[in-house]
């Protein structure tokens, strides 16, 4: 006798890993979402809620076709293509198991578009990471890095803050401070520059860290960050978004920029209170550098530590790729994907709008500063006056020029054999 299971659909039947962490997190005007992470694989989801009762559901004992129907009988619609692209979802960040019985359309690259990419991809951007990140920040914290979130160290800073901002804007028009140059010398200026720079970028970074160490959070990874082959550090902060109060994911975004902002107010202060001199003048290059960094990463219109804030702020995640989106496809009259309330349309135009014109205006910016700052700075290296500035900002041009090229070529390569490839099916099927 055949049996009956026979000719019952082949439906997967995923479960879900253990110990998958998940955080509820309410928010002020919408309805609440989940972050599920898993802490091995590094993974992190941001689901709705209609989707984490499915989630609640891929338990391994429910085929994908039972979901389907418990997920209808309470919500009274089928949601094929939400779990469709919830497993794929769960797939990728690593937070189910036998991922290899989901059925999706996986195109598979040849080894010599793998290596290109990597090549690109690494060209780029590429980490080299510390070990025993998480314990080296939990002692730090608990040695000195508590003491900055104490309300008299938040006064005390808060003022430094203030009456360093006030000097800085006092001094700005006098000709005796200036960025680029030490009172004409463009090597001493460039060379404190160069100096200065990572000090502040790792001040910016620990400051990050420290703040996530401050409400008992991870920092699982850090390091050396690789930009065009010019090296910055970074702090993987994305533990917080496990934290369930809004509040303090602000103030770790708000944490790097705020220690450019003390810094350059403390050495304001200094160069107001002590004779001019050299010192005095290096001081307020670095200060100088540290606010212009700080005026940076709090701008909400490039995705730094500002943005992340506004998106806090609104509650709306993917702020900037949602708004041009959603522009382009206004502007172009393609169907949006997602629904989009009137709120959000409010806030995609403005927030589009802006970054639209901000980008003009950034590259007019470019264009002012390379007019009356670098050209003068160029044409002093090329006659020769500067060897030491030439060879910094040149070596400096020359690696990031370098990592561009061959990052671009290797993408350009794989564009041309994609083109190729298109052109081949297209007339084979002619």
Not at 92 to 110: D, F, G, M, R, Y
Not at 253 to 258: C, E, K, L, S
Request: glycine content about 6%; aromatic content about 14%; charged content about 20%.
């Amino acid at each position: 006798m055949n049996n009956m299971n026979n000719n019952k659909p082949d439906h997967p039947t995923p479960k879900r890993l253990p110990d998958i962490q998940s955080a509820h997190i309410k928010t002020r005007h919408r309805s609440a979402y989940y972050i599920l992470h898993n802490s091995e694989a590094n993974g992190y989801l941001r689901i709705d809620s209609k989707n984490y009762y499915l989630w609640s559901l891929i338990d391994g004992q429910r085929n994908v076709a039972d979901i389907v129907i418990e997920y209808h009988k309470k919500f009274g619609t089928f949601p094929f293509d939400r779990i469709e692209n919830l497993l794929k979802q769960l797939t990728a960040h690593s937070l189910i198991e036998n991922s290899n019985t989901i059925k999706t359309v996986e195109v598979k690259k040849n080894e010599i578009d793998s290596r290109l990419m990597q090549l690109a991809t690494s060209a780029f951007q590429k980490e080299c990471t510390f070990k025993i990140t998480d314990k080296f920040l939990s002692n730090t914290y608990n040695f000195l890095g508590k003491f900055f979130f104490k309300p008299v160290s938040l006064i005390f800073f808060g003022l430094i803050s203030i009456i360093g901002l006030a000097l800085f804007i006092y001094w700005e028009p006098n000709p005796i401070f200036q960025f680029f140059d030490l009172r004409g010398d463009y090597d001493l200026g460039l060379v404190v520059i160069f100096i200065a720079y990572p000090i502040l970028i790792f001040l910016h970074e620990l400051s990050h860290a420290m703040a996530c160490k401050h409400y008992g959070r991870k920092v699982r990874r850090a390091g050396l960050m690789f930009y065009f082959g010019v090296p910055a550090f970074f702090v993987d902060s994305t533990d917080m978004w496990l934290e369930e109060k809004p509040l303090a994911r602000v103030v770790v975004a708000f944490a790097g920029p705020a220690i450019n902002i003390i810094v350059a107010g403390l050495f304001c202060v200094i160069v107001a209170i002590i004779p001019e001199s050299d010192f005095s003048l290096v001081l307020y290059q670095a200060a100088y550098l540290s606010f212009f960094m700080a005026l940076l990463n709090l701008n909400p219109l490039l995705e730094y530590d500002g943005y992340y804030i506004l998106m806090e702020w609104l509650e709306m995640p993917n702020l900037r790729r949602r708004s041009l989106n959603f522009i382009f496809n206004k502007l172009t009259g393609k169907g949006q994907k997602e629904r989009v309330s009137s709120y959000d349309k409010k806030v995609f135009y403005v927030y589009g709008f802006l970054s639209i014109v901000f980008t003009v205006l950034m590259l007019s910016a470019v264009l002012y500063i390379w007019k009356n700052e670098f050209s003068k700075m160029i044409s002093s290296l090329f006659e020769g006056e500067d060897i030491v500035a030439a060879i910094l900002f040149g070596g400096l041009t020359l690696v990031a020029g370098s990592f561009l090229m061959v990052g671009l070529g290797a993408r350009g390569i794989i564009w041309i054999k994609r083109l190729i490839t298109k052109k081949d099916r297209h007339s084979k099927a002619i």
